[in-house]
């Protein structure tokens, strides 16, 4: 019997909408699966200045839109479904769809992302969404006129740093280590910005407060000195997490982190499974190079498939 | 047509509409400068629909109606909070998954 599908797409952020793109323009029969809504990670990004042919940035949301509606333009169809497990050792490969039976397809990309990395400390938990967020461009605006933290040295975290200034009265950036590694761009207007102080060596230990956040408490790395910092909000912009709870990672093979192994054509592997985007194992996580990654990762799909024609 | 069962609600309607609305009560605290609350709008368009009758999913723009998500101590979004007679019942943060919400609303049916 004929499987449901020629390629079956696992995730609907940049990369799985550009591998869809590819993959309707080859008109493959495709379905895009999102167990949500589609955008991704890059939904929590308060603006992307750096997708060339946008010289003047847009929101992470127009982006997406504007990505979606690319792909929907050439017929790419996509279904919201949450997968739950996948059978891909076998030529004609299975995705077991939570609450909606299966569905079977000869190639699979898993496009699956990434998602922030949380501090486990004290207090953590209980506090998300009263005062702990994960999302600057979401939040922001709750904190007007308020002292709060933004943990983190990366570009992720000296961006919405920035960000953040529009609305709080001070933002602390607070780093484990004693120099920045965000872009020099962005460090360059963090350290140009009067509302934003920085706490360089410091780890947080615990999160407090009653109805909301009150203060964090500090830990200096190096000379392990305690410290208490009185704010009302902390963004935890820490790097991220593989989106991998539906993949086989025994199977299709992961590194240490549990993102996904391919080769430089996105490759895992197993024959007629693929990875691109922010679940693949790689230095550099941007818009652009995962919507590189999945033109080729739709390419290599579409060459698989021709052997069976 | 999609997202037409969706009650946009406003804090003077809160009581009447979620508190005091006879069927489960799944209200969407979003604003419109916030990517992932607009992204997952087609999902509670769709569990609208589909919970058509059996539980209320109502939207409230947090922007326009400070009171209720002060209330509730809501400093993020987009939040999710299940309400049956009078009481929260589930609370979730962030752009969720549909089968996560579904699983919400069947508990409290």
Known sequence: MAPDFDLVIVGGGPAGLTAGLYAARARMKTVLLEKGAVGGQVLLTDWIENYPG?????????????????????????????????????????????????????????????????????????????????????????????????????????????????????????????????????????????????????????????SGVRRVLLQDTVTGLKDTLDLQGVFVLIGVSANNQCIPLDVVGADKDGFVLTDSEMRTRIPGVYAAGDIRSKEVRQVINAAGEAAVASWMAEQYLSGYE | MAGDNVVHISDAEFDAKVLQGGVPALVDFWAPWCGPCKAIGPVIDELADEFAGRARIVKMNVDDNPATPGKYGIRAIPTLILFKDGQVLDQVTGAVGKAQLIAMLDKAL
């Open chain 1, 54 to 210: 946008f010289p003047d940035g847009l929101t992470g949301f127009d982006l997406m839109e504007k990505m979606a509606a690319h792909a929907g333009r050439f017929g790419l169809e996509t279904r919201t479904a949450t997968v739950a497990s996948m059978d891909l050792a076998k030529d004609v490969k299975t995705l077991f769809l939570q609450g909606e039976g299966s569905i079977t397809t000869r190639a699979v990309i898993l496009v699956t992302g990434a998602g922030p990395n949380k501090l486990g400390v004290p207090g953590e938990a209980a506090f998300t969404g009263k005062g702990v967020s994960y999302c600057a461009t979401c939040d922001g605006p709750f904190y007007r006129d308020q002292e709060i933290a933004v943990i983190g040295g990366g570009n992720t975290a000296v961006q919405e740093a920035n960000y953040l200034t529009r609305f709080a009265s001070k933002v602390t950036l607070i780093h484990r280590r004693d120099q920045l590694r965000a872009t020099k761009i962005v460090q360059e207007k963090a350290f140009a910005n009067p509302k934003i102080a920085f706490r360089w060596n410091s780890v947080v230990t615990a999160i407090e407060g009653d």
